[in-house]
């Protein structure tokens, strides 16, 4: 057993995995459907779009 251990204290990794595990025990995989179809809704293609522009004006300026 490592030193952190036996302290009691716990790494942001397993800290995050538990977290999950835990919210997929009271939640469900449907709550991670939902929320993925949120997340594609409000970041979706303007996301990509904003990218694309990014790199245009990038390339634009290099050529002045």
């Not at 977290?19 to 949120?38: D, L, M």
């Amino acid at each position: 057993m490592t030193e952190e251990k036996k302290k009691g204290k716990m790494t942001v990794e397993e800290a995050g995995r538990l977290g999950g595990e835990r919210t997929s025990e009271t939640h469900g995989s449907e709550f991670y459907s939902e929320i993925g179809r949120k997340g594609g809704k409000i970041g979706g293609p303007k996301g990509g779009q904003r990218v694309r522009e990014l790199i245009r004006e990038g390339k634009e300026h290099e050529e002045e």
